[in-house]
């Protein structure tokens, strides 16, 4: 199956603009995480993880448990077992 079907079907959308102060906050969170360090895309899923307060973040990245929504809120995640 195409991996691109979710998304040529509308099954799964994103609705996430840097245009907006997210830029800012997205840059702000990257400083702050500097020694970790965060990646552009792990700050835009922190982000997303404070703008939509119901969200959980599925991921294999440990660094997930160290970052934090809204400077002091542990985000929601799924992390999947390895070994």
Known sequence: ?????ILDTGFMTVS??????NIQL????MVKY???PMSFADA???RMAELYPNSAVLTFDSDFLIY???GNQPI???????Q
């Not at 199956?1 to 079907?5: G, I, P």
């Open 34 to 36: 500097a020694n970790v």
């Open 26 to 29: 997205v840059k702000s969170m």
């Open 1 to 5: 199956m195409n991996r691109l079907v």
């Open 44 to 46: 835009c899923l922190v």
């Open 16 to 21: 996430f603009n840097l245009k907006t102060d």
């Open 76 to 82: 929601p995640i799924i992390m999947p077992y390895t």
């Open 68 to 70: 934090r929504k809204h």
